[in-house]
């Protein structure tokens, strides 16, 4: 064996001509040729202290490098949930240039307005002049209107001028993040669907769109209200053929008045602009009590992987000899606990028996006219047993859907619409006809006016506090009247006129009322009485 000297050095070289001269001296925890584990040698308790130590130091380091990087990656996880939202909020978004210096903000929305609601429109004011600098920024609730309204509005004539529409010049910087969500969204045959009459439903839009193949969800945002929606919505078929045909058929197709605008989705389904994030804010952070649970119960896992690796055996076999020793140790408890029960339940039954005893005494003494038997048992409700619960399920369900039949033809008796096609006609619609029927309801509902409007009935100087009153007493001679509402409107020649809105509770009644006040002199006026367009008043223009 050569050593080199000052520098610690060992040959290997030298120990090849080493020879064994006696038998191997197995030490602890080493295994023997049949591969049989020694028995490790009881450590002192000093040993078994510093062992107890090294394990507590070893699982507090565990902890803290495990809570180090479950924070980096939740915190890198809030950054690109946060990149996601401000891509969103630019991909919302469209620049309107070259729009004529007269024009207002309210022309601006009217004009977008029919690709989806319109979240904001920023124009910047000139404060010499007092006019806008000819440009606007408007954004949107969902990115594939800004999409729609980029491709459908850029060079359109508004207000005298051909606008100029593109995207903001932020678009760039997010560039990454918007090219990874509309890479997501080439999964999906999605489509996007705007300017929906207010009186089509969900149910009627599917009749129309399944002419063109499989549709796998149909679904109009909501608007807070029940059964109204915003407008717009989505709908995702099953291939890609028919997502294209739909698109290219029924893109600015006429339905109930308004054109319908339809492009393909540019964002998958769980993405929605919720507006431009704090940058302020940042990421949010875990709270510490979840944190330190978590990294708890990891670094005991990875403590676990480590012993079972080094000792070669199963983690489940350790973990189930832990969990038998806390069994063993919660039956013994939970014996010592039943034992200690019972004996206080003896007690209390015993307390209780008493009690009885001398309360019958003395109700027996008080009470001359009533008595209560107390020695009978209550009896117990019969208990429904699992073929009678199904029976009565399925009963419900027949009895709920005769009764829904029973409402339908009630309601169809009366006059009153149903609430989707395919109840109305009870029967499947699609295509051609389901289009045809659309049409049908929405213009029979939109004839179907409820408000009487009432002109040249009084003029200006004859509104007073007791004219409603009056009015709505002589119209409640054809039928129940909802409201009355008097409007004073000027004309161009600085004249005023008034007229008067009363709403009826069904389409008869203000047709009786037109029939019986149009041509009626009031105080030496002839009223003018006509059917006022619901739209226009759900929407409180009374300038029609």
């Given at each position: 064996m050569v050593v080199k000297e000052g520098s610690g050095y060992v040959d290997p070289d030298s120990f090849r001509d080493l020879k064994e001269t006696g038998g191997l001296v197995y030490g602890p925890g080493s295994k023997q040729d049949g591969g049989i584990t020694r028995a490790l040698i009881k450590p002192s308790a000093s040993q078994a202290l510093q062992i107890q130590?090294?394990?507590?130091?070893?699982?507090?380091?565990?902890?803290?490098?495990?809570?180090?990087?479950?924070?980096?990656?939740?915190?890198?996880?809030?950054?690109?949930?946060?990149?996601?939202?401000?891509?969103?909020?630019?991909?919302?978004?469209?620049?309107?240039?070259?729009?004529?210096?007269?024009?207002?903000?309210?022309?601006?929305?009217?004009?977008?307005?029919?690709?989806?609601?319109?979240?904001?429109?920023?124009?910047?004011?000139?404060?010499?002049?007092?006019?806008?600098?000819?440009?606007?920024?408007?954004?949107?609730?969902?990115?594939?209107?800004?999409?729609?309204?980029?491709?459908?509005?850029n060079g359109v004539l508004v207000c005298g001028r051909n606008i100029k529409v593109g995207r903001p010049s932020q678009m760039p910087q997010a560039q990454q993040c918007i090219q990874e969500i509309q890479t997501e969204a080439k999964n999906y045959f999605?489509?996007?669907?705007?300017?929906?009459?207010?009186?089509?439903?969900?149910?009627?839009?599917?009749?129309?769109?399944?002419?063109?193949?499989?549709?796998?969800?149909?679904?109009?945002?909501?608007?807070?209200?029940?059964?109204?929606?915003?407008?717009?919505?989505?709908?995702?078929?099953?291939?890609?053929?028919?997502?294209?045909?739909?698109?290219?058929?029924?893109?600015?197709?006429?339905?109930?008045?308004?054109?319908?605008?339809?492009?393909?989705?540019?964002t998958p389904p769980d993405h929605k602009n919720t507006g431009m994030p704090d940058s302020k804010s940042g990421a949010g952070a875990l709270p510490a009590a979840t944190a330190m649970a978590a990294a708890t119960v990891t670094a005991k896992l990875t403590a676990l992987d480590a012993v079972s690796k080094n000792l070669g055996v199963d983690a489940s076999k350790i973990t189930e000899q832990s969990s038998k020793k806390r069994r063993s140790r919660s039956r013994s408890k939970s014996s010592e606990r039943k034992k200690r029960e019972s004996a206080e339940k003896k007690e209390v039954k015993k307390e209780v028996k008493t009690e009885e005893s001398t309360s019958s005494t003395s109700t027996s003494t008080s009470s001359t006219s009533t008595s209560v038997d107390t020695s009978k048992p209550i009896p117990?409700?019969?208990?429904?047993?699992?073929?009678?619960?199904?029976?009565?399920?399925?009963?419900?369900?027949?009895?709920?859907?005769?009764?829904?039949?029973?409402?339908?033809?009630?309601?169809?008796?009366?006059?009153?619409?149903?609430?989707?096609?395919?109840?109305?006609?009870?029967?499947?619609?699609?295509?051609?006809?389901?289009?045809?029927?659309?049409?049908?309801?929405?213009?029979?509902?939109?004839?179907?006016?409820?408000?009487?409007?009432?002109?040249?009935?009084?003029?200006p100087e004859d509104v007073d506090e007791d004219l409603q009153t009056e009015i709505e007493s002589e119209c409640s001679k054809y039928g129940k009247v909802e409201q009355v509402i008097i409007y004073k409107e000027q004309q161009e020649n600085s004249e005023v006129i008034v007229k008067i809105f009363v709403e009826f509770d069904k389409y008869e009644q203000v047709k009786a009322a037109k029939e019986a006040l149009n041509g009626r002199f009031f105080s030496g006026r002839k009223v003018e009485a006509s059917v006022y367009d619901q739209d226009l008043f759900d929407q409180q223009d009374l300038s029609g």
């Open positions: 130590k090294a394990k507590k130091y070893a699982m507090e380091v565990s902890i803290k490098m495990v809570l180090m990087k479950q924070t980096l990656s939740h915190q890198q996880a809030q950054t690109k949930a946060l990149q996601r939202q401000q891509a969103l909020s630019i991909m919302s978004r469209i620049y309107v240039g070259c729009i004529n210096y007269d024009t207002k903000e309210e022309s601006v929305k009217q004009a977008f307005n029919a690709f989806g609601p319109i979240r904001s429109i920023t124009m910047s004011w000139d404060p010499i002049t007092q006019k806008h600098k000819g440009f606007a920024f408007v954004e949107f609730e969902t990115p594939e209107a800004a999409q729609l309204a980029e491709e459908q509005m999605r489509i996007y669907i705007s300017s929906v009459h207010k009186d089509l439903s969900e149910e009627d839009i599917k009749t129309v769109f399944s002419a063109y193949g499989t549709i796998k969800t149909c679904q109009l945002a909501s608007s807070g209200v029940p059964n109204k929606h915003k407008g717009y919505g989505y709908i995702e078929y099953a291939t890609e053929q028919a997502m294209t045909d739909s698109i290219s058929s029924m893109n600015l197709f006429d339905l109930g008045g308004q054109y319908l605008r339809v492009g393909r989705a540019c117990v409700p019969p208990l429904i047993t699992k073929e009678e619960a199904i029976e009565t399920a399925d009963g419900l369900k027949t009895a709920a859907a005769a009764a829904h039949q029973l409402e339908l033809k009630k309601k169809l008796e009366e006059g009153v619409e149903a609430v989707t096609l395919s109840q109305q006609e009870n029967c499947s619609i699609k295509g051609q006809s389901a289009r045809q029927i659309v049409m049908q309801k929405l213009m029979k509902n939109r004839n179907e006016s409820v408000v009487l409007l009432l002109r040249n009935m009084v003029g």
